[in-house]
């Protein structure tokens, strides 16, 4: 599945974490995906950008959460 690999870097955090964003609109592939697949399906979400409309045109939307429920999926490299 087409994918986005990504590093976050912040104050604080002692180390780089690694994650994927996946496209809302691949959902084909994104069925197919190992890497993906091998995520919590109640976690996977956190690793899908969202298609939205806005008032500047299509985009899509991938937020990042540290912490809490929503918290976004990282793996190791």
Excluded: C, W
């Amino acid at each position: 599945a087409p994918h986005l690999n990504v590093m976050v870097f912040m104050r604080g955090l002692l180390s780089h974490l690694y994650t994927r964003i996946y496209f809302s609109d691949e959902e084909s592939l994104n069925a197919s995906d190992p890497v993906l697949g091998s995520v919590d399906e109640t976690r996977r979400q956190t690793l899908i950008a969202k298609l939205e409309e806005t008032p500047a045109g299509t985009v899509y939307r991938f937020d990042i959460h540290m912490q809490g429920a929503s918290e976004t999926v990282f793996f190791d490299v």
